[in-house]
Nanobody, 123 residues
């Protein structure tokens, strides 16, 4: 299971930290990622982390940081300088095996998904 938390309401320019704790069969994953889905829009890639590094969507690069604590089986998404267009339900995802970096942005590459946590950024 993947349990996401940390969403909430924040003003533009503010910060939030999302957490995603993996348990059971998902606790040992080579790749962890965050995706988001805004109302009326398709799900989109936000960030991912694997042994070789971290990867970001252009829209969040320089503002968001993904990290993981293997001892806690938890991946984090630090979101800074939030904008109203960051408003969405954020989902964490995990993949059992490694994958080439070019494939990380596709949700079909992930085996497990969390339930989502809502982030609302007010202007």
């Amino acid at each position: 299971q993947l349990q996401a938390s940390g969403g909430g309401l924040v003003q533009a320019g503010g910060s939030l930290r999302l957490s995603c704790e993996a348990s059971g069969r998902t606790s040992r994953n080579n790749v962890m990622g965050w995706f988001r889905q805004a109302p009326g829009k398709e799900r989109e890639f936000v960030a991912a982390i694997r042994w070789a590094g971290t990867y970001y969507a252009d829209s969040v690069k320089g503002r968001f940081t993904i990290s993981r604590d293997n001892a806690k089986n938890t991946v984090y998404l630090y979101m800074n300088r939030l904008k109203p267009e960051d408003t969405a339900v954020y989902y964490c995802a995990a993949r059992r095996g490694d994958v080439i970096s070019s494939a990380l942005r596709s949700g079909v590459q992930y085996d497990y998904w969390g339930q989502g946590t809502l982030v609302t950024v007010s202007s």
